[in-house]
């Protein structure tokens, strides 16, 4: 009862609250605006977003908390968003990886094509004796 209190005395934003009923978005929003432009919002929810910072995400996913709210995903889920907008961030982040991966390949095929070469070059000279 006592964080519930807590909770609902943080009409301004900066105060730190870990409400029982809100989860770590909800307790994030009161944190960022305070519980007073909750309210406000409450009866125009749409500008919600534009309170929020731009640079919140919880999930750590790349996609800004105020953004998924907007598509409707879970701001707490760095595995649900905008499936476009998830591939790009993450390709983005794998980048390296990804051109590693693909140097590795072609060094093993150019490898494994020259090895073939000089199987069958030494097979040829073999049979031309």
Avoid: C, W
């Amino acid at each position: 009862m006592e964080q519930l209190n807590k909770a609902r005395a943080a009409l301004e934003p900066g105060n730190t609250v870990d409400n029982p009923i809100l989860n770590k978005f909800g307790n994030a929003i009161v944190h960022q605006i305070g519980l007073k432009k909750v309210l406000e919002l409450s009866t125009d929810p749409v500008k919600l977003p534009q309170a929020l910072d731009p640079k919140s995400d919880l999930d750590d996913d790349g996609i800004a908390d105020g953004q998924e709210y907007l598509d409707g995903t879970d701001p707490l889920n760095k595995y649900h968003g905008d499936a476009m907008k998830l591939f790009f961030i993450n390709l983005g982040r794998s980048k390296y990886q990804l051109l590693l991966a693909a140097a590795a390949v072609f060094l093993l095929g150019y490898g494994l094509t020259h090895l073939l070469k000089g199987i069958s070059a030494a097979t040829e000279a073999k049979e031309a004796q």
